[in-house]
């Protein structure tokens, strides 16, 4: 059920409500080039740079059947239906044979699909609000690790731990709510109630960022051999080189 799901998955689920009404109202007004930007944006910005870079850790590394794997799977077969019957009358070939790729035989064909109907308990316009939040302090931390980037202080976001300042009560609340170094793809992330000091990264033309800013720090500890996350308790556990939840993992699996 959506609502047993981490936030992000609900989200996810949100944002499909929200364009399931949108492409309906498209394709009865023949807007195929609207339809299509949609779901372009949807898929580059919300998916690609956003669900799916932030979960690959989930699906690569937590256990198989954890509750958090299993709903990033449920929300990804949702993502499925949903992209191939949306883009189907646009892109016809395309589509098509991405549906035969996961169902294959003579008689099945994306088109002969109806477009699924969509729950009314996905749409959630108070979560949203409060993702645009999270959203908006993570695409600061975001910057700030380009910048180290660049500056070849680190080659993967994972070798940093940065400090987080929000001086947004309500913003701060929101971040403090979710896993933010997860969000961030970062080994470990601070939270810090402040305004940002001098020295901070800050997103001067976002208004949506404003009392943002990020010092930059590396994370301290050993690089996980599994999850290549770097952690103080590396090496600490049964298994040598693992940090404690790949470790679980794997011993579950032993």
């Not at 690609?48 to 709903?71: E, G, Q, T, W």
């Not at 883009?87 to 699909?113: C, K, N, Q, Y």
């Not at 308990?121 to 979560?127: F, N, Q």
Request: charged share 25%; proline share 6%.
């Amino acid at each position: 059920e959506a609502a047993d799901m981490p936030e992000l998955e609900r989200w996810v689920l949100h944002r499909l409500s929200v364009l399931d009404g949108e492409v309906r109202k498209g394709y009865a007004a023949f807007d195929f080039q609207g339809v299509f930007q949609k779901l372009f944006t949807f898929a580059t910005s919300d998916l690609s740079a956003f669900f799916f870079d932030i979960r690959k850790d989930v699906l690569y590394c937590d256990a198989a059947n954890s509750p958090r794997r299993r709903a990033a799977l449920t929300v990804m077969d949702a993502l499925f239906h949903r992209l191939t019957t949306w883009l189907a009358p646009i892109l016809v070939f395309t589509m098509e044979e991405v549906w035969l790729t996961r169902f294959p035989g003579p008689d099945s064909s994306v088109h002969l699909i109806d477009f699924p109907q969509t729950p009314a308990g996905w749409r959630d316009d108070a979560l949203a609000a409060k993702w645009s939040k999270v959203r908006a302090a993570r695409r600061v931390v975001t910057g700030a690790l380009e910048i180290a980037r660049r500056d070849k202080l680190i080659g993967s976001s994972l070798e940093a731990a940065p400090v987080l300042y929000v001086s947004d009560p309500e913003i701060a609340a929101a971040v403090k709510s979710v896993e933010m170094a997860d969000l961030c793809i970062t080994s470990a992330l601070i939270l810090s109630e402040h305004e940002p000091p001098a020295e901070a990264f800050r997103l001067e033309d976002s208004t949506a960022a404003a009392g943002i800013g990020v010092v930059f720090e590396p994370a301290p500890g050993t690089k996980c051999l599994r999850c290549w996350k770097i952690l103080e308790d590396v090496g600490g556990h049964g298994r040598p080189g693992v940090c404690g939840r790949c470790d679980s993992v794997l011993s579950g699996a032993a």
